[in-house]
């Protein structure tokens, strides 16, 4: 894997849903992050929920987690419910976090 794409996991894991103790990458939300060979990052998310209140904050805070690693200089971020979002897709250490088991 690209050590970028790395670096830019890694300020994802800082991000976090208000509502939820658990940040937006282990909680599954983050479902593609590539690079291109002009330094743009490409970030495809979901949210928990279609009607998430805070929807435009998070999709602003991964755009700016992915413009945080130094060598990206544009950074988009696309926002799909397909496929919807469940708990299955939550690392185990974001359902253990929440009484998931």
Not at 9 to 22: A, M, N, Q, S
Not at 37 to 58: E, F, Q, W, Y
Request: glycine share 2%; hydrophobic share 45%.
């Amino acid at each position: 894997m690209d050590a970028r794409i790395d670096l830019i996991i890694e300020r994802l894991k800082d991000v976090f849903d208000p509502e939820i103790p658990v940040n937006i990458y282990d909680l599954g939300l983050i479902y593609n992050v590539d690079i291109d060979d002009s330094n743009k990052a490409s970030i495809i998310m979901t949210l928990t929920a279609p009607g998430c209140p805070v929807a435009d904050i998070l999709v602003e805070d991964v755009r700016q987690a992915a413009l945080a690693v130094d060598t990206i200089s544009e950074a988009d971020v696309e926002l799909t419910f397909d496929p919807p979002w469940d708990k299955s897709m939550m690392s185990e250490e974001a359902r253990l976090e929440l009484g998931f088991f």
